[in-house]
Each structure stands twice: as C-alpha cells, then as structure tokens.
C-alpha cells in the first residue's frame, strides 16, 4: 500500500466550532491569525513526526460570523500553499447528505472522484462546463476501504438551501455530499498541482423532511466529534501508508 509523499500537510476549515476537535485532540498549537489583513486563524503541530498547518476561515470583522463559503475559502488556502508548501490539501469539515443515498448524520465520506459546483450556472459553450467545474481528488479508494469510510461526489455551493435546478445539477453527475467550500478548495489546489482531499462529516439531510437550517445547528457538534476521529484516521492513513 502506498501513502501519498506527506511531509507537510495542510488542512482547511470553514468553521471554528468544526476544527475545535480536531484541534483538541492533536494538540495543535494556536499561532494566531495568518495574515495581519485577514482573520483567518492558523494552528500547528506535529503528527507522526509529520507538520500539520490547520487554517480555519475565521470570523467576519463586519457580520461577526464564521466566513463560510467559497470566497473566504479560496483565499485561505492560497495563502496557506503560498505560506507553507504543503505536499498535500485536506479540506475537512461538514455537510449535507441524501436521504437518496443512505446518508445518515454522523456519517463521514471522502471525495471521490471529483469535486464540481452545482450553483454557478453560465449557459453559454465551455462557459457552462467551467460553471459545473470537474476537480480531481486524491484516489482514495483504498483508504476508504483500509478505514471503512464512504466516497462520492462533494457538490458545492454557496447557498446553505437549494433551487431545483441545484438538485438537478447535483443529480446529473451524482454528487452525494453538498457543502459549501471543498470545490474552491480543490480548485486553489489544482492549480498548485497538488493532491486535495475532502473529508465531510453529515449534519444534515438535504432530501429529507427537517428544515436544513434546524437540522444542521442540532447536529454541528455530533457531526464535529464524528469528523475529528475521521481525520485522525485519515492522518494515520496517510502518514503511515495504511492503518
């Protein structure tokens, strides 16, 4: 089995709640923000002998919220690459699931094959191809067999709900895990020529009957907990070529 060449990693969060956790439990130290413009909040640390930079989007100066999305998202993690040179990009953190595929809150998936958009519609030739977006993510296959993990499709957008034309995009190339960040992520990181990979824990079910607004504030820290063992794993799997 063979690991990916890993001796510096990046991880990206969206929200400070999401990396607490994972925070906690690999003991990561609180370096303050990245960069004197931006809150974005940066965390480091060792993992079997291996640096782990953790940047978290952090709160917006105006609305006092945490910079979900793509905007904040984007700009995190080109800095982060430009700042530390990383070998490989995680995106963690959580997301929607379908009741179409089984999904249930606490499940946690990795990406695979690609993350695309499902919000950013251009119909006009090629302009509409580069709206969906098609970015490679690591091949994961045999880490989700090692680690007993799902794989699919992550689907984003910048709207927390859906239109029917989302759902209809989502369905056309089988997204089964909706967020709000990873093709951003994926994208900054396509563009270095370095392997990405989004480890999504459910919240909430986006083809079900809650509220996804209600369903997602209920389940954050479940969701938060299951994903921070996920990524430990994932860590362990990485830095070790196998668990």
Not at 10 to 24: C, F, G, K, Q, Y
Request: charged letters at 15%.
């Amino acid at each position: 089995m063979t690991s990916v060449s890993t001796p510096n990693i990046l991880l990206v969060m969206a929200m400070h709640d999401e990396a607490l956790p994972i925070i906690r439990k690999l003991g990561l130290k609180d370096m303050g923000y990245l960069s004197p413009s931006y809150t974005f909040e940066h965390y480091s640390g060792h993992f079997n002998g291996i640096q782990l930079n953790l940047i978290v989007n952090g709160k917006c100066k105006v609305f006092k919220v945490d910079q979900i999305g793509t905007q904040a998202s984007t700009l995190t993690t080109h800095l982060g690459i430009e700042t530390f040179n990383p070998s490989v990009v995680l995106n963690a953190g959580t997301a929607g699931g379908f009741r179409s595929d089984s999904a249930q809150v606490g499940d946690v998936y990795l990406s695979y094959p690609t993350a695309n958009y499902h919000d950013r519609r251009i119909n006009i030739p090629g302009f509409k191809e580069y709206g969906v977006g098609v970015h490679p993510t690591y091949s994961c296959l045999g880490m989700a067999n090692d680690l007993g993990l799902r794989t699919g499709v992550v689907t984003t957008g910048n709207s927390l709900d859906y239109t029917e034309q989302d759902m209809a995009t989502i369905k056309s190339y089988n997204g089964v895990v909706k967020d709000m960040e990873a093709a951003a992520i994926a994208w900054v990181a396509q563009q270095h020529n370095i392997p990405f990979l989004a480890i999504k824990s459910i919240t909430d079910i986006v083809d079900g009957e809650k509220p996804t607004e209600e369903e997602f504030l209920e389940n954050l820290h479940q969701a938060s907990e299951s994903l921070s063992k996920q990524v430990v794993r994932v860590l362990q799997w990485l830095t070790e070529g196998g668990v």
